[in-house]
């Protein structure tokens, strides 16, 4: 089982539609989660971090599951610069102490 | 505030030449930094991490190495690239959740 697996889509989306897409992490340890977004040909930018108790942005919302070992992004009300690619990251494994996901690769259409 | 800066940001190399990419960070004192790749279609890769001047770990033995000769500044390196390494570097240092990535450079190795 990879460490972190997303499902790299792509999600194609009608704008102002809800979304949501999950991440599986295989290390029970893991204490730390965040959502990436990483625009065409950009760096990885922090999106937000995952919080046991769910937490909130704006139209944005992450959930952890830790006894499934998965975390959730949802989006409302979706925006056409929401198009982007979310990386999923959870603390543990690597040298570095983190285990970044691949990516699913969100389309938001007009 | 916090900033990181990567050059060149694209770069076109012939097979065989040599390469260096130099990341230097400003409003932080002696951070962790990092060197990932992202080759197309795959997840981040640890390539490199520093604690410190002259300290530096290798995750993935190839034909890359790096040096980090002052705490700001961090050189990713080769004396003779292979077509496999063409990707996008990144360079990161740690905040005190997850990453914070610097705007990449892209390299094309012909």
């Known amino acids: 089982r990879k460490e972190v697996e997303q499902d790299p889509g792509p999600f194609n989306v009608p704008e102002g539609a809800t979304v949501a897409f999950n991440c599986t992490y295989s290390n029970s340890a893991s204490q730390s989660f965040f959502w990436y977004r990483q625009d065409c040909r950009k760096e990885p930018k922090l999106l937000m971090s995952v919080y046991s108790s769910g937490n909130e942005d704006g139209r944005f919302t992450a959930q952890l599951n830790r006894a499934s070992q998965y975390i959730s992004l949802l989006i409302r009300d979706s925006k056409l610069s929401d198009s982007a690619t979310y990386l999923c990251?959870?603390?543990?494994?690597?040298?570095?102490?983190?285990?970044f996901g691949k990516g699913t690769h969100l389309i938001i259409q007009p | 505030s916090q900033t990181i800066h990567q050059w060149p940001a694209t770069l076109v190399q012939p097979v065989g030449s040599p390469l260096s990419l130099e990341c230097t960070v400003e409003g932080t004192s002696n951070p962790n930094l990092y060197w990932y790749r992202q080759a197309a279609g795959r997840g981040l890769q640890l390539l490199f991490y520093s604690v410190g001047i002259g300290q530096i770990s290798s995750e993935v033995p190839q034909n890359l190495s790096a040096s980090r000769p002052q705490d700001r500044q961090f050189i990713l390196s080769s004396k003779k690239l292979l077509l496999s390494d063409s990707g996008f570097y990144l360079c990161?240092?740690?905040?005190?959740?997850?990453?914070?990535f610097g705007p990449g450079t892209r390299l094309t190795v012909l």
């Open positions: 990161a240092w740690s905040v005190e959740r997850g990453r914070f």
């Open positions: 990251v959870v603390s543990g494994g690597g040298a570095d102490g983190l285990t």
